[in-house]
């Protein structure tokens, strides 16, 4: 009894002073399998937009005001998402439906903002090649490219390892 | 045993410090040895001479004031709050069907905040499956932009801090711009 006092004072003490951080990396560590040492994360997903029908794929729900205001849509729907970590300086590529390619060189994380080079290639020719920095974490939009059931929408973003 | 192998154990032999293989041969060599023996009583003397004069020492000290004295340095002990909880917790002897609810009123605490913390706000395009951009700041500068494209157009929308870069490549497209 003695021994089952503190016990369970301290499983509550130990449950409530673990940092809210420690179990968001955790679990991030857990779902995204092994990381790569100094490197970064790119993320890309590719939406299929189009004003057929009113699907709102629900995957995409934290987007949901993005797309509204920013595109005349009606149904949006994620038809493809890639994850890869990269070294800096390293080269990372996705395939996008409908013959698309995006090809991602993160350069430098400075002042928590990650620069790299994205080009978008439709076959051998590059549709947009730019260079830009975005926030850790942040997302960016590339639209236009056209599929036979509307038109694609790239997410791209970026998230620093450490 | 001899008394060449006795004489240096006799003092370990008094203080009680040898081992018992020892202790039995000294004690064996002392009962036949009179050299030995009173070896042995001189060490006795001795301590007592010891004793005696410590214990007379001691006695005329005067130890009258000293309680009160270390009372008075150690002065009023401040113990958190933590420690007088678990004290009080460990003093009551509660029987078991009183600790229950106790116990599990801690277990859902502790559960509770499990999940608050596990849900704490994670970078939301981390979580795989959903392309999350809702409150990241998404802020993106353009260093260049090279466009193989009929137009290209950059959009900054501020309400979501969301960047665009929107291709089209002919004409028809464009009913489709933003």
């Known amino acids: 009894m003695r021994l089952l006092r503190p016990l369970a004072l301290g499983t509550l003490v130990a449950a409530l002073s673990v ?3 420690l179990f968001a990396e955790g679990l991030a560590q857990i779902t995204s399998g092994p990381t790569v040492a100094n490197a970064v994360e790119v993320h890309i997903g590719a939406v299929l937009a189009s004003n057929t029908g009113q699907e709102f794929d629900q995957r995409l729900a934290s987007m949901h005001r993005q797309f509204n205001s920013l595109f005349p849509y009606s149904s949006y729907r994620l038809v493809k998402e890639q994850r890869q970590q990269v070294p800096w300086g390293g080269r990372v590529g996705f395939d996008i439906p409908g013959g698309w390619y995006v090809v991602v060189i993160p350069k430098e994380c400075k002042d928590d903002r990650v620069s790299m080079k994205v080009m978008v290639l439709e076959g051998a020719r590059p549709i947009v090649d730019t260079v830009l920095s975005l926030r850790n974490h942040g997302t960016f939009l590339v639209g236009g490219p056209r599929d ?5 929408i790239l997410s791209i973003g970026a998230d620093r390892l450490h | 045993m001899t ?3 006795a004489s240096p ?3 370990l032999f008094f203080d009680g410090e040898l081992d018992p293989r020892q202790m039995r041969a000294v004690a064996m060599h002392s009962t036949r040895c009179e050299n030995c023996e009173r070896e042995l009583r001189q060490l006795e003397r001795l301590q007592e001479l010891v004793s005696t004069t410590i214990y007379n020492a001691v006695d005329e000290i005067d130890f009258s004031e000293f309680p009160a004295g270390v009372v008075a340095r150690l002065g009023p002990v401040h113990r ?8 009080r917790w460990e003093d009551q002897e509660l029987p078991w069907p009183q600790l229950v609810p106790a116990f599990a009123a801690a277990a859902a605490v502790a559960i509770l905040a499990l999940f608050l913390f596990t849900r704490a706000p994670q970078p ?3 979580q795989p499956g959903a392309s999350q951009v809702a409150t990241v700041d998404n802020t993106t500068s353009i260093d260049s932009l090279d466009a193989d494209v009929d137009s290209v157009a950059v959009l900054n929308d501020p309400e979501t801090s969301t960047t665009v870069v929107w291709v089209s490549d002919d004409a028809a497209s464009s009913e489709a711009t933003p």
Do not use: M
């Open chain 1, 148 to 152: 036979a059931n509307g038109v694609l």
């Open chain 2, 9 to 11: 154990l006799l003092p």
């Open chain 1, 19 to 21: 940092p809210r951080a």
């Open chain 2, 80 to 87: 958190p709050w933590w420690k007088r909880a678990r004290r």
């Open chain 2, 3 to 5: 008394c060449r192998e």
């Open chain 2, 124 to 126: 939301l395009n981390s």
